[in-house]
Antibody, heavy 118, light 114 residues
Framework: QVTLKESGPALVKPTQTLTLTCSFS??????????VSWIRQPPGKALEWLAR???????FYRTSLKTRLTISKDTSKNQVVLTMTNMDPVDTATYYC??????????WGQGTMVIVSS | DIVMTQSPDSLAVSLGERATINCKSS????????????LAWYQQRPGQPPKLLIY???TRESGVPDRFSGSGSGTDFTLTISSLQAEDVAVYYC??????????FGQGTRLEIK
């Protein structure tokens, strides 16, 4: 059974750096073709893809956020980490990690809500 | 980036009736090498993460009831629920993964019971 679970702080202050961890099981990110993405959803709004990391350590970022995002993986721990610098109240959202495949995103975590406020 | 536009923004349908949601992409998502439309549909119930319903525009994900179907090609796509059930109340999103470096979603369509 494939599962993903996001973890991180529920509250960050403006200008701080957010670090989120996606812990997964049921697949290996070292297997050819595997990839994990981060997607966020501001309250009441649509989904927004942020970043992706592939089995071969290729990394891709949303163009508008590229300078603020870093994605990395620890294959031995089955974890993917996303950092976002210079947080702003507009970054308040539920952050999801999801497994990517030829189907799109076939398995999602439950999400973690992050509020940016002083 | 490819812009995905859904219509309508919200929809109210009676139980047992058909619900239709449209999605239009700003450019074709038909991939030349595999001749497949890289378009997926998701269902998001309140307080839940999105759930994959349809991929390649018309292939139902395992376990998804057959009342859900997807159609279309190129830039115009449709999600149809043939007989609305109470548990289908949700927001539905289309998503293109043609441009894998810039995956984009539609704005969502809220489906309610009339």
């Amino acid at each position: 059974q494939v599962t993903l679970k996001e973890s991180g702080p529920a509250l960050v202050k403006p200008t701080q750096t957010l670090t989120l961890t996606c812990s997964f099981s049921g697949f290996s990110l070292s297997s050819i073709g595997m990839r994990v993405s981060w997607i966020r959803q501001p309250p009441g709004k649509a989904l927004e893809w942020l970043a992706r990391i592939d089995w071969d350590d290729d990394k891709f970022y949303r163009t508008s956020l590229k300078t603020r995002l870093t994605i990395s993986k620890d294959t031995s721990k089955n974890q993917v980490v996303l950092t976002m610098t210079n947080m702003d109240p507009v970054d308040t959202a539920t952050y999801y990690c999801a497994r990517g495949s030829y189907k799109g995103f076939d398995i999602w975590g439950q999400g973690t809500m992050v509020i940016v406020s002083s | 980036d490819i812009v995905m536009t859904q219509s309508p923004d919200s929809l109210a349908v009676s139980l047992g009736e058909r619900a239709t949601i449209n999605c239009k992409s700003s450019q074709s998502v038909l991939y030349g090498s595999d001749k497949k439309n890289h378009l997926a549909w998701y269902q998001q119930r309140p307080g839940q993460p999105p759930k994959l319903l349809i991929y390649w525009a018309s292939t139902r994900e395992s376990g998804v009831p057959d009342r859900f179907s997807g159609s279309g090609s190129g830039t115009d796509f449709t999600l149809t629920i043939s007989s609305l059930q109470a548990e289908d109340v949700a927001v539905y999103y289309c998503q293109q993964y043609y441009s894998t470096l810039a995956i984009t979603f539609g704005q969502g369509t809220r489906l309610e019971i009339k």
